[in-house]
């Protein structure tokens, strides 16, 4: 490792598992200060109380995360903290996919404990890490993957706007929220339609909820 020390916020529902990632995180005689959260509201919070984290654990299934929308809203959000998704959806898709909108990790729930470090040590020190054995394959929704190929597309701003605007913000709202005028913000959401070739912005809430409708649904 190339810090002596590291703060990791982990984002994940369920207190058994964010118990054995702290306990995988226990390792290299590095210090670590953890910060739980049990939803996506509170890992925001986290990130805003800890801009200069090293890593966010992000699991893809607990309140306030629609699939893969997650994921982006963070990146978006919080562009200098790098996320690695915890997920036990680990199919060849769901994995690149993550990849493809900004992950710098994907740990399966089913790793052990080995694997879980290995990729928490290889995303500490800058690096990109997937599962053993993965291989980006070829999909079989090849609209999933061109909607994500659209929402890549647009600025981190624009995303920070999309997501508000799945949130039912009027735009009047997401203006006092970002500090901007609503002017920008209506600049904003006429380029995210553009951007998304759709016509409205309940169109655009449909695109987003796609990304989370892609995952298939894990046991």
């Known amino acids: ?17 964010r118990g054995a990632l702290k306990q995988a995180l226990a390792f290299g005689g590095q210090e670590t200060a953890i910060v739980e959260a049990g939803s996506l509201e509170e890992a925001r919070k986290a990130a805003e109380a800890h801009p200069d984290a090293d890593l966010m654990m992000l699991d893809l299934t607990m309140p306030g995360v629609s699939g893969l929308s997650g994921l982006m809203m963070m990146r978006a959000e919080f562009p200098a903290i790098p ?16 990849l493809d909108l900004g992950a710098s990790g994907f ?6 404990i080995d694997d879980i470090r290995a990729a928490i040590a290889a995303v500490l020190d800058g690096g990109v890490y997937a599962p053993p054995g993965y291989e980006a394959g070829r999909d079989q929704d090849n609209e999933i993957d061109a909607l994500i190929g659209r929402l890549k597309t647009l600025t981190p701003q624009q995303t920070r706007v999309l997501g508000m ?5 009027l735009n ?10 609503e002017a ?3 600049a904003h959401v006429s380029a995210i339609l553009l951007k998304l070739d759709v016509d409205s912005r309940t169109q655009a809430v449909i695109q987003i909820g796609k990304i989370g409708a892609a ?5």
């Open 1 to 17: 490792m190339q810090t002596s020390s590291a703060t990791i916020i982990i984002a994940d529902d369920h207190p058994l598992f």
């Open 83 to 98: 996320v690695a998704v915890v997920s036990a959806t680990d199919d060849a898709a769901t994995i690149r996919r993550a």
């Open 107 to 112: 740990i399966s729930k089913s790793s052990g």
């Open 165 to 169: 605007i799945g949130e039912g913000l």
């Open 172 to 181: 009047k709202q997401i203006a006092y929220e970002l500090g901007v005028s």
């Open 184 to 186: 920008t913000v209506k």
């Open 215 to 219: 995952l298939p649904q894990a046991n």
